[in-house]
C-alpha cells in the first residue's frame, strides 16, 4: 500500500481517539503520520516558557511565525521544535488547559496551516501520502484530501479513555476534572471564529464509543478500499 496511501483527514472531538487510529493507519499504510495538535501544543508550551499571556494575539502569532516545527523520528508523538526534541513536555495539564485558547488565534492558525500543508506536499512526494490528524484537516489544511473521517465519542468514554490512560503511565488523574477539561476544550474549539471544529460535508462520520482502536482503522480501511483493510490482523 505504500506509496498510495494519498492525504487522509481526521478530525474530531477531543480524546475521540484519533490520534491511535491515525498513528495505526499510516503504520498499515506505510506512511508519515502528523498530530496536527501537538504544533498547537507547542506554541502554547513556548508561550508558557516565555511568560506570554494568552490573550496577547499578536506575540501569539509572532511566536507561531518564528518557529519551525516538524514531526519528530526519535520520540513517538513527538515534535522538533527550532531543534529541540519535544514530548511529554506538550501534554501537560497547564498546555492541556491553555492550548485552546492559543488555537483560537487567527495569526497562529494561519501559520500552523502553512507548515501543515508543506509537511503534507513533501510527504506526498516522498511517500506517496499522509494520515494528519487534527479538528480543521478536512475542511480547512487539506480541503482535497483523498479521504476525509470525522471522529466522536461520548464524553464520559472520552474522560474515561484519557483516565486509563494517565494512570497506565503512573500519573495522577481525575475523572471528573478530565471531563470537564474536555468538554469545555470541545465548546472553545466548536464555537471559535476561525475554522472551528466542524464535519466536513464529504467525511465519513464514525462514532468510536463502542468501537477499539482496530476496528475503527479496519472501517476506515474498508472505506479506502485497501488490499490492506481485506487482510487485517
Ligand atoms: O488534539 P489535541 O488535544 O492535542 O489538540 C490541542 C488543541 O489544539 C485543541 O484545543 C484543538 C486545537 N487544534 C486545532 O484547533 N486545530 C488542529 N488542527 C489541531 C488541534
Partial sequence: MSGKAGAIA??????????????ELALRLGCPFL??????????????KEGVAMEDERRLSQL?????????DQE????VLNGITLGT??????????????????GVRQEMVRQQRDISARARQESGGIVMV?????TVVLPDADLKVFMVASPQVRAQRRYDELVSQGHPADYRQILDNAMSRDRIDSQRADSPL?????ALLVDTSDLTIDQVVEKILERLGSPVGRTVR
Wanted: hydrophobic share 45%; no cysteine; proline share 1%.
Fill in 10 to 23: 481526521i478530525d474530531g472531538q477531543a480524546a475521540a481517539g484519533k490520534t491511535a487510529v491515525g498513528r
Fill in 35 to 48: 498530530d496536527t495538535g501537538i504544533m498547537y501544543r507547542a506554541v502554547t508550551w513556548l508561550a508558557i
Fill in 64 to 72: 507561531a511565525s518564528s518557529s519551525t516545527m516538524q514531526p519528530s
Fill in 76 to 79: 513517538a508523538n513527538g515534535l
Fill in 89 to 106: 513536555e506538550l501534554r501537560t495539564a497547564e498546555v492541556d488547559q491553555h492550548v485552546s485558547l492559543v488555537a483560537r488565534v487567527s
Fill in 134 to 138: 487534527g479538528r480543521d484537516i478536512g
Fill in 198 to 202: 466542524a464535519q466536513a460535508a464529504d
